[in-house]
T-cell receptor, first 116, second 112 residues
C-alpha cells in the first residue's frame, strides 16, 4: 500500500517557465491538501481538494497558481511564470476523512522547486 | 497572523533525558491537535494527537499535554534518543472546518 507519491522530487525551472507538481494520494483517500514550506518557515496551507472539486483555496496566491484533482489521475499543482520567490518545498498530503482525525494527514516526500 | 506558534526554533537535549517541545495557539475554535516529526528531505510524519476533550495522551515515549485555558500544548519525549533528532511541528484543527494549521517547527537535537 504505497503512501502519498509526489513527483518530481526535485524540479529546476528558469524564471518565467511553468512548474507542474504531481501528487497521487494514498489508496482510498479522497481528500488532498497542498502545503508549501519556504526556507526556515513552517508549512503553509495552500489548497484543499476532493475529486474534481476545490474545497478551500484560501492559502493559494491569487495569480499564477492553480490546482486540480481530476476524476482520474493525480492532483496537479501548477505554477505559471515562476519567480525566484516560488522556490520552496511543496508537500502534498491526503486523508481518509475531511476532519483529518485519527492520524491527521499522510504527507508525501515533497517536491523541491528551485527557480533560477 | 500566526495561529499556531512554536517559539523555540531549536532545542538540544542529552540522550536519555527528557525533551519538552512547546506550542501555543490563539484560535479558541481549535479542538484537535497533532505533532508531526520531519527528517531532512522527507515529508512530515504523524507522531501523536490529542482531542480537546482530553488533557493528556500517551504513546510509548511520547506524551502530549493540553492546557486549554492557557491555549498551550507540549510534547514530552522520555527518554530522548539520537534518532529523535528532527524538526517537530505542532498542528491544530477546527475539526472538519479548516485544514490543519502548522507552527514553524522546533529543531530537536539529541546529543549522545
Amino acid at each position: 500500500n504505497a503512501g502519498v507519491m509526489q513527483n518530481p522530487r526535485h524540479l529546476v525551472r528558469r524564471r518565467g517557465q511553468e512548474a507542474r507538481l504531481r501528487c497521487s494520494p494514498m489508496k482510498g483517500h479522497s481528500h488532498v491538501y497542498w502545503y508549501r514550506q519556504l526556507p526556515e518557515e513552517g508549512l503553509k496551507f495552500m489548497v484543499y481538494l476532493q475529486k474534481e472539486n476545490i474545497i478551500d483555496e484560501s492559502g493559494m496566491p491569487k495569480e499564477r497558481f492553480s490546482a486540480e484533482f481530476p476524476k482520474e489521475g493525480p492532483s496537479i499543482l501548477r505554477i505559471q511564470q515562476v519567480v525566484r520567490g516560488d522556490s520552496a518545498a511543496y508537500f502534498c498530503a491526503s486523508s481518509l476523512r475531511r476532519t483529518g482525525l485519527d492520524g491527521g494527514y499522510t504527507f508525501g516526500s515533497g517536491t523541491r522547486l528551485t527557480v533560477v | 497572523d500566526q495561529q499556531v506558534k512554536q517559539n523555540s526554533p531549536s532545542l538540544s537535549v542529552q540522550e536519555g533525558r527528557i525533551s519538552i517541545l512547546n506550542c501555543d495557539y490563539t484560535n479558541s475554535m481549535f479542538d484537535y491537535f497533532l505533532w508531526y516529526k520531519k527528517y531532512p528531505a522527507e515529508g512530515p510524519t504523524f507522531l501523536i494527537s490529542i482531542s480537546s476533550i482530553k488533557d493528556k495522551n500517551e504513546d510509548g515515549r511520547f506524551t502530549v499535554f493540553l492546557n486549554k485555558s492557557a491555549k498551550h500544548l507540549s510534547l514530552h519525549i522520555v527518554p530522548s534518543q539520537p534518532g529523535d533528532s528532527a524538526v517537530y511541528f505542532c498542528a491544530a484543527s477546527d475539526t472538519g472546518n479548516t485544514p490543519l494549521v502548522f507552527g514553524k517547527g522546533t529543531r530537536l537535537s539529541v546529543i549522545a
